[in-house]
């Protein structure tokens, strides 16, 4: 039983879910939100969905490693010990994320998940699903409605995947699968969800959270 309980841990130790967030700066956040509800309430409702996404975090055993936007805060009391703290290289988010994976398969991980804190309708089981479905297929995708992807995880380093892909549009998905299916890349499928974009997602979501 001890042997067990201990490959468990092994286990959990090296999978860890990849947060990419932005720093909590007026003006800087929920840009397409700001633009009707403006920067101040649009900053109040970022720190709503970061705070959603942390507390559905605490739910998973798995590591947690936080990439910041521009800085590392110099308190970070509030987050458990479960969590690391990493800045997101220069570049567009396509290169931000292959070097958030790349350093981390480098550092002796086996899965990995990566999640933004857009989504109000993640939850630990899509999480928990999401480091299963890698047990048998090499990637796998949680799509978003609006044609992103609110996750994305991998069990081996898959670079490729992060290319020539127009971000912040509804082909985000669409084309991942396509260089997937292309270059012969099992995958599966999470289910849909929204992500919080503009003012109508977040008066669908706001009183959720």
């Not at 920067?39 to 942390?54: G, R, S, V």
């Not at 458990?80 to 570049?91: K, P, T, V």
């Not at 804190?117 to 479905?133: G, Y």
Request: glycine share 6%; hydrophobic share 40%; with cysteine.
């Amino acid at each position: 039983m001890q042997v067990q309980v201990a490959g468990e841990l092994q286990v959990k130790m090296t999978n860890a879910i990849i947060v990419f967030q932005k720093n909590e700066e007026l003006g800087n956040v929920k840009t397409r939100l700001a633009a009707s509800i403006g920067d101040i309430a649009a900053l109040e409702a970022y720190k709503k969905l970061i705070f959603f996404t942390h507390s559905i975090l605490k739910g998973s055993p798995f590591k947690k490693v936080l990439f910041f936007s521009s800085f590392i805060p110099k308190d970070l009391s509030h987050y458990q010990n479960d969590y690391s703290f990493e800045l997101q290289s220069e570049g567009d988010l396509g290169v931000k994320m292959k070097d958030a994976f790349k350093r981390l398969f480098d550092s002796g991980y086996e899965k990995l998940l990566i999640v933004g804190t857009d989504c109000a309708e993640l939850t630990s089981e899509i999480i928990e699903k999401a480091f299963v479905q890698l047990d048998h297929k090499e990637l796998v995708i949680g799509p978003a409605d609006d044609g992103g992807y609110y996750l994305l995880g991998m069990k081996k380093f898959v670079a490729g995947v992060f290319d020539d892909i127009p971000w912040s549009t509804d082909r985000v998905t669409e084309l991942t699968k396509e260089y997937l299916n292309k270059n012969g890349l099992s995958f599966s499928l999470l289910p849909s969800l929204s992500d919080i974009d503009d003012e109508e997602d977040w008066e669908r979501f706001k009183f959720k959270i």
